[in-house]
Every structure is written in structure tokens, then in C-alpha cells.
């Protein structure tokens, strides 16, 4: 096992790692921008050091910065946490070269699943039904004219080397299709550096399932179940649940295993995720993606499965084995996340920093947890993701998860800022919401307006 192991992150999943490994003996060293400096990820790690400016371009982003960092301190090991480094295969092979411990997939599985054209071929071999689309890289409106014409409207055009919602258009005509061409590809040539596009057809209506899988360096894989990311706006999740409610347990039991033999296909190791699209109507599921890290989500399948995912993924690339077998894992109950950002709902989510003056955690009870690395008198930087908490719950039941859900968001209090709590708590309390029936459409074509309509001030 490590002794000490660098976080190349901020915020709520440092903290979270922090507090991870400090359960497991192992030694923390926090890493800062200049905004963070009074961070409390900053506070709670055994040593900090700042690796640039406020800019994440300067800091969080400078692989040499972080690796210094890491070399100064005799970090055995770096968890790049999610977004940032954490899907850079560049800064993997970084790690490999200076005798650091990426924890993660290595750089080669990075680059086979992170290209989606390249994942869809290898999931085809695989036996992994994957949506009907282009067999590769699509550079031009013309090509896509073509391809689209041959798939069927409406499609979606995706960027082949994106992530977090950048580079994504949907387009129900022909008419459409260039000018979001276009749009698209220059939006993920700014993000990515790269402007290849790839198309496949929109599955619509459809749920967002994902699958949890681990897997070790022995060759052992397993899940642990799937949740629901359905409840989504402009592409970005907004609440997650485990275990879903769209599907049965037949229908359960291959998308877990069809995730299973994806993550064995390409000796996945590490934590990990597999997306699928869901067309319900039809009862068909269709590979769109892996996520070669830990997600936002993964604490509601740690409260359905009881594995700590973090602890799983420092213990699997310190060399040990996965200390259970399929078998081993029994999941119970329903669990439910929010995310809580700093921003405002009634002018398009506009970001919201600024200092919090006054701050309230939800408490009490068995089954709540709030991820965070807010305190009163914080100072939530502009620089970053607006993302500042995490709630999430666990219930025996769904309608349990549903109202604990709601008391926690209740009883959530912070001020200085303005947050998106209020419309949490009016999501999870929509009667579709309650009811289980939603699709990745529901937020921004029924729920939104409607919310909008009733909060125009």
C-alpha cells in the first residue's frame, strides 16, 4: 500500500479522497491554485502546495507543476479525482515515466475508450450493441449530410474526442445539420484541440443508464449495478438515483453483464463507468461511452452497494486484488444524489460566486450524506465548475430516498450566494419525478418551462 499519494483536484472529491485515504493510513498532499489557497481541501491534507495561478490552464491543468509537486513531496502515487487530469492520457504516461502511480487506467485504455469512434469499433467486437452511426471520424458538413441521410433523422452529432457535454448538437433536419456541424466542431476544437466529429442516430425517448464496474490488474471485473442519469439539462447530469426505475431485472441483469464484457474487452482497470442509452419502447440499450474515472455520482451506488469506490480504486492500483467477487455484492435499498451548484436557475444558470456568509448542512438520521468543501466565510472562486455539494440519501425504498430528499433540501441553508436548492427541491418534488417517469428530454422540455413559468419574477 501507498504511503502518501498526491490529489491533483479541488473541492468536494479532494476532500473526498483526503478523507479516503486517511482511513487507509496513507498521507495526503493537497495541491492549490492561488484561489484555493484558503481552500479546505488545502487544510485537511497532511501537506499542500500551490502549483500556479488562479487559472486552471496555469494550475490544475499543468501537469509539470503537479508532478514537481509530487516529486518535492515523495508522492508515491496521484488521484487526479474527475474532470481536470483525470482523462488526460498524456499526464498517465507522465506519471508512468517519473516512477508515480497514476490511479487510474493506464494510458493506453484511456486512449482506446477515449475516443469514441475508437470505443464504438472495439464495443462492436466486443458484442456490445452500440447506436446505429458513422464508422468514423466525420470531418466536413458534407460527410455528415450523407451519413445522416442514410441513419435517419433526427441524429446527434458528437465530438470524437469530448467529454462533459462540449462538442454535442442534435439535429432533427437536414436543414439543421450544417451550420450545428460547425458550431459543434469549432466549440470542440476549443475544448478538446481536436475538431473530429463522429454521428450516430438519437435514440429519443431514451434513459441515461450507467453501469459501475471495478476491475483489477489480475483480470478480475465486476459491477455494482446502475443508475439512472436521465434528469439532465444542455447534456449535464442534475440528479442521479440507483437503482433505476425505467428497467426490470431482466433487462438489468444484461446491461450489467454487457458492461462487464466491455470493461474485460479492453482489461479495463480501476474504477469506471459505462453509459447506455435506453429506448425504452422498444426495450433496446445501445453502448454510448465509457468513463475511464470515478464519476460525481458514485456515491449512490456506494450507499446501494455498500463498496467504498474510492478506497477500491487507491487499494486496486497499489497492486491488491479486488476484495470481493461478483457474488459478494448484494445491493439493497435506493439512493439519490443532487447536485448543488452556485448559480441561478431563473437567468439560465448563470454561475453565482462570491463569499458565504451564512451556511447550513443538512444533518440527522441514518442515510444522508453531504459531500462538500464549503464553510462559512468561503470564498467560492469564479475560476471553476460551479458545482459546490453534493446530497445524497438512502432509503429502504424509493418513495423513502424521495422524501428524505426532500427534508435534506429543506433543511440545506446558505447564504451569500445564490444556489440552484430551491429548484432541487422542486424537481424532486414533481409528481413525474415521484413517479418514476422521465426521460433525458423531461428536464429541459416539460420541467423547465414550467418551473421558469412559475418563478418568473
Known sequence: MFNKILIANRGEIAVRI???????????????????????HVALADEAICIGPSKAADSYLNMNNILEAAVATHAQAIHPGFGFLSENSKFA??????????????AEVMDAMGDKINARNRMRTAKVPVTPGSDGEVFTAEEALEIADRIGYPVMLKASAGGGGKGIRKVSSSEELVPAFNAATAEAKAAFGNGAMFIERMIYPARHIEVQILGDQYGHVIHLGERDCSLQRNNQKVLEESPSVGIGQTLRDKITQAAVKAAEA???????????????QAGNFYFMEMNTRVQVEHPVTEFVSGVDIVKEQIRIASGE?????????????HAIECRINAENPKFNFAPSPGKITNLFLPSGGVGLRVDSAMYAGYTIPPYYDSMIAKVIVYGETRFDALMKMQRALMEFDIEGVTTNIDFQLD???????????????FLGNVFLPEYLKNNDE
Open 18 to 40: 483526503i478523507r479516503a485515504a486517511r482511513e487507509l493510513g496513507i498521507a495526503t498532499v493537497a495541491v492549490y491554485s492561488e484561489a484555493d489557497r484558503d481552500a479546505l
Open 266 to 280: 479492453v482489461k479495463y482497470e480501476n474504477a469506471g463507468t459505462i453509459e447506455f442509452l435506453l429506448d425504452e
Open 427 to 441: 424537481l424532486i418534488s414533481d409528481p413525474y419525478v415521484i413517479a418514476g417517469d422521465y426521460d433525458t428530454g
Open 93 to 106: 504516461r507522465l506519471c508512468e515515466e517519473m516512477k508515480i502511480k497514476f490511479i487510474g487506467p493506464s
Open 321 to 333: 486484488a479486488l476484495s470481493f467477487k461478483q457474488e459478494d455484492i448484494h445491493f439493497k435499498g
